[in-house]
Structures are given as structure tokens and as C-alpha cells.
């Protein structure tokens, strides 16, 4: 297993080598990617590829996109300091952990408790405390926290 060190300069050469390689230009977004430690939320047989430009199985249909796209997709939504952002489909808070780092405050959106829970620990864990992971329909989002300056959607949509 990897230590500190070497997990820190695996983050450094992914936004080194790949986000900035493929079109990112915000230093802001490059520093929530430094400081979110992504190797925490893959499962531990796949920790090894956790910063590779790819997405990573989760289990219960829930990937972790890759690095390059997720970063593209934040720089075009153009998130500020005072943002509310809702996260659809946030999986184990990875994504909504970068959000945090970026936005006032983030709402995780997810339909599986256990899923609910993993992301709260983790988001807790790193001490991350401007995100609420809550339960709903994906498809229906999640008014009792909007208006929302950005919505983010973690994955394929199959109805518009």
C-alpha cells in the first residue's frame, strides 16, 4: 500500500499530466483535485488505479468519472465561492467533495442509504462540512434545498 507521499504525487501528476494536458486552465479546480484524496473513495482492490484517466466501477451501478471529463465539466459549469450546487447521483461523495471545494454549499443526491452513509463518512472523515448527502429520486432532484446555481449529473442520462 502506497504512503502519503506517494498518494499525494499520484494527485500532483494526474493534474499535471492529464488535466492540464486536456484543456483545464482554473487553478482553482486543479487545487480541489490536489486536495481531495480520490484514492479514498475507490474500493481498496483498486486503489492502484485510482488516479489512471478512467472511470471506476463503485458497484451498485455508480462509476467514478474520469478525472479529465469530470474536471472539463466543472470548468464549463463555471462554479463560484457562493454557489449552491446539487450533485446528482454522487455515489460515495467523491464528486461532491471536489464540488465543496468550489461551491458555498453542495447537496448529494443518491437513492441507496448505504451509499448515503459511505459518503457522509468519507465527506466526514476529511472533515469536509459543507456538503448534506441526502435521499431522493435522481430523476426528480431535490427542490427542498434549491434554487440551485449549478446541477451536476454524475453518469448517462436515459430521459430528458
Known sequence: MPDEQSWETARKNMVNNQLFTNKLTDDQIARAFLSVPREKFVPKLLQSVA????????????????PVAFARLIQAAKIVSTDIVLDIACANGYSSAILAQLAATVVGLETDEDTII????????????NVAVVKGDLAAGYEEQGPYDCIFVNGAVEIC
Open 118 to 129: 459511505a459518503a457522509e463518512t468519507k465527506l466526514a472523515e476529511l472533515h469536509i462540512d
Open 51 to 66: 488516479y489512471i484517466d478512467e472511470g471506476i466501477d463503485l458497484g451498485n451501478n455508480r462509476i467514478l468519472i474520469e
